[in-house]
């Protein structure tokens, strides 16, 4: 059986954003590091961990040389405590916890050692944590972005990253469902359900849901909660005109008609030159280019989830 992590306490005032993208080089990383950067010049304590744990390069974008410990020596033990892995960025307010590419099996660490990490994260003396996942579904990625009281899903408006985008919703979503189905015969619907040509019939989540519910009503009705608990929210990057913003919208209506799942969308950000030119420089763009319209927009998507965030409303 699956093990879902734990979420934050009802009411902590400290909460973990996650940051995932079906695939790479889109720009998710850097998105972290420009949220992370805002947030800290907003007054915000604020820790940035890269749990692309094959191929770590958050300290990149934020123009760092690679720090020499990481989370890989908190994963094999070389230190005990997270804060010994913790890195001043030159930014006030603001640290990063650099990925473990350097620890041999990171990016297939086990249930325990997932729950090691993230019950460490969730004890740091911060207000905000912006993890910033690997690429692809692969269940370290997924069991992060579910323990994360925040899922931000970065696409950009091109037809394999919109495919891969609601691939990993899809996933996150089944994976989610696995983790507190408690019969095997529950178990086995969920499983049964990730192959499209099952003999059971089941398609969609829907399908799933109204099979769970005819075999155990409890399980259905907890079925059910979770997935109207999950409530993901989209990114597009590289926008260049109005319909590449479109795509957010309809990814939100796919996951709804198609998933049951009421995703929303965060808001986009401006394919622009300027965030190209400070990335070869090794520069983070909110800081040599403020004025920038991409800059701007990574500002209004910190707005709208602060202003979410301090009003404790549903995400």
């Known amino acids: 059986m699956s093990q879902s992590l734990p979420m934050s306490e009802p009411g902590s005032p400290r909460q973990i954003w996650s940051v ?3 695939k790479g080089g889109i720009g998710k990383s850097l998105l972290t590091a420009a949220l992370g950067w805002h947030l800290a010049r907003l007054g915000k304590r604020v820790v940035l961990v890269d749990a692309d744990l094959g191929g770590a390069n958050l300290h990149t974008c934020l123009g760092l040389s690679g720090p020499t ?14 804060e010994d892995v913790l890195v001043e960025t030159g930014v006030a307010g603001l640290r990063l916890i650099s990925g473990g590419g350097d620890f041999l099996g990171a990016a297939n660490i086990n249930y325990q050692q997932k729950l090691r990490i993230l019950t460490r994260v969730r004890a740091l003396d911060v207000d905000l944590v912006l993890i910033d996942l690997g690429a692809g579904t692969s269940f370290n990625t997924l069991d992060f972005f579910l323990a994360s009281d925040l899922g931000l899903l970065m696409v950009v408006p091109e037809p394999t990253s919109v495919e891969n985008g ?3 919703i899809k996933s996150a979503l089944f994976r989610r469902l696995r983790a507190v189905a408690v019969t095997d015969r529950v178990q ?12 059971a019939g089941i398609r969609t989540p829907l399908d799933l849901l ?5 075999e155990d009503p409890v399980q259905g009705e907890r079925f059910r909660a979770e997935v109207a608990a999950f409530r993901p929210r989209f990114i597009v990057n590289q926008v260049r005109e109005p319909a590449d913003v479109a795509v957010g919208h309809q990814l939100v209506t796919a996951c709804a008609r198609h998933l049951g799942v009421r995703a929303s969308y965060a808001g986009f950000v401006d394919y622009d030159e300027t965030v190209w030119r400070c ?3 090794r520069r983070l763009f909110m800081a040599e280019a403020p004025s ?3 800059a701007e927009r990574v500002r209004q998507v910190a707005r709208m989830l602060l202003h979410r965030a301090s009003l404790r409303l549903p995400w």
């Open 292 to 294: 920038s319209p991409a």
């Open 69 to 82: 410990r990481t989370l890989g020596d908190f994963m094999a033990r070389r230190v005990e405590k997270i």
């Open 166 to 168: 609601y691939r990993f």
């Open 279 to 281: 990335v070869r420089q």
């Open 210 to 214: 109204a099979a769970v519910e005819a």
């Open 20 to 22: 995932g993208g079906g």
């Open 188 to 199: 086995d619907l969920v499983d049964s359900a990730l192959d499209a040509r099952n003999a």
